[in-house]
């Protein structure tokens, strides 16, 4: 019984590891939480992306809906990024993750 837990939670943690995983989704999206932004916006944030890897980065979340594209009808060339709602739900990872990294931080240093 406890076995068949394990497996169906491993697989809904590999599910979410496919989405936002690697080096630099889990960053653009946390960027993306602030706020909409445009796409030098999010290539200034996370510093170190390639443009070539923030566009793929970007149509790969958008194609798992955690992120919107929309161009500004009134400008020619202005392309806005933002969470979607799904996107947004990622919010309290962000926030778990963020308290276990300060705390294993400190963890580290006062061991």
């Given at each position: 019984m406890g076995?068949?837990?394990?497996?169906?939670?491993?697989?809904?943690?590999?599910?979410?590891?496919y989405v936002i995983?690697?080096?630099?989704?889990?960053p653009i999206v946390f960027a993306l939480s602030f706020g909409e932004m445009r796409?030098?916006?999010?290539?200034?944030?996370?510093?170190?992306?390639s443009p070539r890897?923030?566009?793929?980065?970007?149509?790969?979340l958008e194609m798992n809906k955690i992120v919107n594209r929309?161009?500004?009808p009134?400008?020619?060339y202005k392309v806005l990024y933002s969470l979607t709602d799904?996107?947004?739900?990622?919010k309290p990872v962000f926030?778990?993750?963020?308290?276990?990294?300060?705390?294993?931080k400190k963890k580290i240093l006062h061991s």
């Open positions: 076995i068949e837990i394990c497996k169906d939670s491993l697989k809904a943690i590999s599910d979410t590891m995983g690697g080096k630099w989704k889990l796409y030098k916006d999010i290539e200034e944030a996370v510093e170190g992306i890897m923030l566009s793929k980065e970007l149509k790969e929309a161009e500004d009134n400008t020619k799904h996107g947004e739900s990622l926030e778990n993750l963020k308290e276990w990294g300060i705390f294993h």
